[in-house]
């Protein structure tokens, strides 16, 4: 059945009148009659009474009519729903984010910002280390990520550089390296230090020990953990933490960040999917962000200007 004849039928059923339906139809009256003809052929029964001046739905036309109806909403709603996909207005995302980058203020704004204009696109935000990230991609079960220091950009998949953070060190605000502006590397030497687990970020791991060995420190480790652990070992006094600037959103209070001369590890927090994904959802989600961590870096210069 054609849809066009189920639109024609509508309209002259609701005019009851082939010239009126013509007319607003904007089509030749004969050619609107023949039309009605072959519906009413195709169907096998008489849909309309013809009338002197008009027509008079048939009982079986009145039944058609509701059903045509019915059909021609949910037609639309389909082709509304379809061109709001193809925007990225309707969708499903799953995204993944590391525990460091759970609080920092290009994913919270950013993510913000795409469920105010996207409120039908369902985000599942799902934790996992970077490298995690980065399998859960491959296999499929992750649409976006949000990671450190991808470990080999391109291949696979496309990224784009949200945000740089570097290496601080977590310590209570009473302490004595607390009180200081800037920590020389040395004067960790005797001070217990918790850093993030091997297992977690072994990239990372490797380049805060080596970053010590090349000082000449043999640094005393007495616990590996996630960042957060970290925080909370710091702040009931087990050492002190080296920690991602990215952490300074989760920091308690009584803990105070300070830079570590000879301690200075830049890294990249990159948005990551795979180069394949065609979701317009997708694509929403990717420009929102750039755009969101655009913002915030331009706010940070200025914050960096005035306080200079």
């Not at 709603?77 to 995204?95: D, F, K, M, P, V």
């Amino acid at each position: 059945m054609e849809l066009r004849r189920l639109r024609y039928f509508i309209t002259v059923a609701e005019t009851q009148n082939f010239r009126r339906a013509a007319q607003g139809l904007r089509v030749a009256q004969p050619a609107l009659s023949r039309q009605m003809k072959a519906l009413e052929d195709e169907l096998g029964v008489a849909l309309f009474e013809r009338l002197p001046r008009g027509a008079r739905l048939t009982e079986a036309g009145k039944r058609f009519l509701v059903d045509a109806k019915r059909i021609a909403e949910e037609l639309e709603t389909a082709a509304a729903r379809a061109r709001r996909t193809a925007r990225g207005q309707i969708g499903a995302l799953r995204i993944g984010f590391s525990e460091a980058t759970a609080g920092h203020a290009v994913l919270t704004e950013g993510i913000r910002s795409f469920r105010l204009a996207h409120p039908d696109v369902e985000l599942s935000l799902s934790p996992l280390a970077s490298a995690h990230q980065l399998e859960a991609l491959a296999a499929g079960r992750l649409d976006a990520g949000f990671m450190f220091r991808l470990p080999q950009r391109g291949g696979d998949f496309a990224y784009r550089e949200l945000a740089r953070e570097d290496v601080l060190l977590a310590v209570p605000a009473a302490h004595r390296l607390g009180r200081r502006r800037r920590v020389a590397i040395a004067e960790l030497q005797a001070e217990p230090l918790i850093c993030v687990a091997q297992h977690i970020n072994p990239q990372y791991y490797g380049a805060v020990m080596s970053a010590f060995f090349k000082a000449g420190i043999t640094p005393q480790i007495v616990q590996e953990a996630s960042s957060s652990i970290v925080v909370s070992l710091v702040a009931i006094g087990m050492g002190l933490g080296i920690l991602s600037t990215a952490m300074r959103w989760h920091l308690p209070p009584g803990i105070v960040l300070r830079p570590v001369e000879g301690l200075s590890l830049p890294t990249v927090i990159d948005l990551v999917w795979r180069k394949d994904d065609r979701s317009p959802a997708l694509a929403r989600f990717a420009e929102t962000l750039i755009a969101t961590a655009q913002a915030t870096g331009k706010r940070g210069r200025k914050r960096e200007r005035r306080s200079a």
